[in-house]
């Protein structure tokens, strides 16, 4: 059964989506699963053809969340090299379009993990743009419910507490010559605007990382623009090319105006 969208008047950028006419159930047949995805890869990519290619690049996602406000999202990217962004989308999500990574020179974009909200049954698609222009998809269908307006069990202000605070961790002992792999772990909330004060009975309003940059030395790893789809205190796993400099530096700020930076020393690699 077709059922509004809950309009929160959100954008990720100025090319985020407009409001989608109905939202998914359990039961949409695949023709109407296709025809959303066709009004939403339109708002998003204009008149560019998004050509469907599974080996360009593989999600890794749940068929059946265990915690649909927390669902593990795995993107590998098989010809990384020719790789400019990537684009994640949750199609019946409130806001589809949860996260653009926009690479710099610094990254070594063979994988990217995160954690989001899963609202309903829906298909979720990975896009990436290649530095040649080309858009290509993959596509896979996630089971969760409610992602978007579960309560995260605390008060708004306990949600809140040390918002802003950062951490990076390095996988294992940088060898020379690999990729340089790193986990970003952010403290904030990430309200979605659909939460519901267990208090107060009100709404909590939206707030959540839209930017968020990384750079090692003067030099762009990746630019995020988020969502409400990311999932409270984000964690982004990334790599980063072998012959970078540090320090790494996090910049993120959100739609509310909050701004945290913060540097981490990189370690040395051994030979």
Not at 113 to 135: F, I, P, Q, S, W
């Amino acid at each position: 059964m077709k059922r509004l969208m809950f309009a929160l008047g959100l954008t990720l950028s100025a090319a985020a989506l407009a409001p989608v006419p109905g939202m998914a159930g359990a039961t949409d047949t695949d023709e109407e699963r296709a025809a959303r995805w066709s009004e939403i890869k339109t708002s998003i990519f204009g008149d560019r053809k998004v050509e469907a290619s599974a080996s360009a690049v593989a999600i890794d996602a749940p068929a059946r969340a265990l915690d649909a406000a927390l669902v593990p999202i795995g993107l590998t990217l098989a010809d990384k090299d020719s790789v400019k962004g990537l684009s994640f989308v949750i199609d019946d999500n409130p806001s589809p379009y949860a996260a653009r990574f926009t690479f710099g020179p610094a990254a070594d974009p063979g994988e990217i993990k995160l954690r989001v909200r899963v609202n309903n049954y829906t298909n979720v698609h990975a896009v990436v743009e290649t530095k040649d222009g080309r858009l290509l998809e993959s596509a896979k269908f996630v089971k969760a419910s409610g992602g978007c307006s579960a309560p995260m069990g605390m008060s708004d202000e306990e949600a809140m507490k040390g918002m802003g605070e950062m951490r990076l961790k390095f996988a294992g002992e940088p060898q020379a010559g690999k990729p340089i792999e790193a986990t970003l772990m952010v403290r904030h909330p990430n309200f979605s605007g659909m939460q519901m004060n267990q208090l107060t009975r009100d709404y909590t309003p939206a707030r959540y990382i839209e930017k968020l940059d990384v750079t090692a030395g003067d030099t762009l790893v990746f630019h995020l623009a988020g969502d409400i789809s990311i999932a409270s205190n984000p964690v982004i796993n990334f790599a980063m090319r072998p012959d970078i400099r540090g320090p790494v530096k996090v910049v993120a700020s959100d739609n509310q105006g909050g701004r945290w930076e913060q540097s981490f020393p990189l370690p040395s690699a051994s030979n």
